[in-house]
């Protein structure tokens, strides 16, 4: 079967395609739309361009966009510039509307990892009208195919009034079979091991009825940059190596690892590419998305297994999985959010959660969204649910920045995502602060031996130090506990003579 037909298999939807233009008709102001996909690949571009200009052109539509992760800048962007979006529910990934969100035009609700699309399920956020998802094709009986991302598409699908599918034809239909889409009820999921056993189906399933509207794409995705060898990723991902050949010597860890999830951007990137070059192998991965460093490792035969929401892949590296995608199909596989941050998977497979911050406390609580506790910059996202269940607890990040103008270590987070209850492990270039069965004054003053700056930590010493003169169980100090964000919204600098 030759053309489009082939992509598109079910004969009544064929009568169903249309241009961007015409989809973009479809919405109205008011809606809530979901849509779905990571910031770089696997997410609708055309609709939402033309949604845009449509908006440029008429005004008068603003819409809630719902999806639980960041999603690319030809979604937020585009449509933030035009004053397309009212609310924004879940996390962001857009330049553009971080902007618009912080200058107070944008109302943003941060979304529970995966337990958003749940909420949306029981009625928080109100009925969705219009999901938007990215699709290599339709199955005979019209049910979606999906491209390089799984992530929450199913469950919007399954929530909204009406889907329109944007087929991707710059993708190949050898992605079919690459996803695993299970939606749990009541029952225990069935146990995700080993991604040949499958607990789900390689589509997404739709109600062919619900389809308003197919619209044909040759757009490319915006590729990410493939992650430079660092210094400070290199120190980090010792740490953590060091750690667990620590935690085998004392029998609270076996090998192989664990599952391992770690976050995404340049710096997880280089923390993986430590990790997966070290003598550990027979790898197993629960990841958000599946990057170059873990495409590396595989290509190393020390991998088990790959468990992700979505590809987010450099244009080089895309390019060696395109060839050989028979084979890591192999060791690969694509699920829901639902899935890949369920708690009870989580937990069930003693998954080692690993994410990035932007700063920690001296009880071990964690920022990891709000630039001195007002501004927006992504959201909290899936390290809300690996913080609270995964085996290990661990946050990772450089001590300082900004030249060291700021100490990522502070008396306390201007901006609280993960409470020292959900918090095991922090990892800086200068060390690694084990903090489990340690008391308060105990964790305070490890997490300034081993995390902190040598810049900061008289600093931070002297804080403790009076901190601990007045009475109760943690060392605080109502006065000053603000003091290193107050310093540098005063003179530009954390550190007492600015330089």
Known sequence: MDGIEARIRHKESLAKIMTADEAALLFRDGMMVATSGNPLMGYPKATFQALSERIRREGGIRIDLLCAGPVGSEVEDVLADVGGIRTRIGAIGGEKLRAAINRGEVRFIEGKGGQLPLHVKRGWYGPVDMAVVEAIGLTREGNIIPSTAVY????????????????????????????DVYQKGGDPIPIVGNPVKRIGVPYFYVNPEKIKGVVLSDRGDKPSGEPKPDLMGALL???????????????????????????????????????????????????????????????????????????????????????????????????????????????????????????MDLQGQVNSSHVLGAKILTGIAGSYDFSRNGLYSIFVGPSTAKGGKISAIVPMVSHVDHTEHDVDILVTEQGLADLRGLDPHERAETIIRQCAHPDYKGMLSAYLAEAKKEPGHIPFSLEESHSFHLRLKRTGSMKETAS
């Not at 919007?156 to 009406?162: E, F």
Request: a negative charge; charged letters at 20%.
């Open 152 to 179: 929450d598409s199913p469950e919007w699908i399954d929530a909204a009034s009406g889907v329109i599918v944007e087929i991707n034809l710059n993708r190949p239909m050898a992605l079919e079979g690459m996803h």
């Open 237 to 359: 991902g010792q740490h953590l190596l060091d750690f667990f050949k620590k935690e085998i010597a004392a029998g609270r860890l076996s090998e192989p690892l664990p599952p391992i999830e770690l976050g995404v951007g340049d710096l997880a990137g280089q923390v993986m590419r430590k990790i997966g070059a070290s003598d550990f192998t027979n790898f197993r991965f629960h990841l958000p998305a599946i990057t170059d460093p873990v495409l590396e490792i595989v290509e190393a035969g020390k991998v088990d297994w790959v468990s992700g929401m979505a590809l987010r892949l450099s244009p080089e590296a895309w390019g060696r999985f395109q060839a050989n995608l028979d084979r890591y199909k192999q060791f690969m596989v694509l699920r829901p959010v639902t899935i890949c941050n369920s708690p009870e998977i989580i937990q069930r497979l003693g998954v080692i959660g690993i994410n990035g911050c932007l700063e």
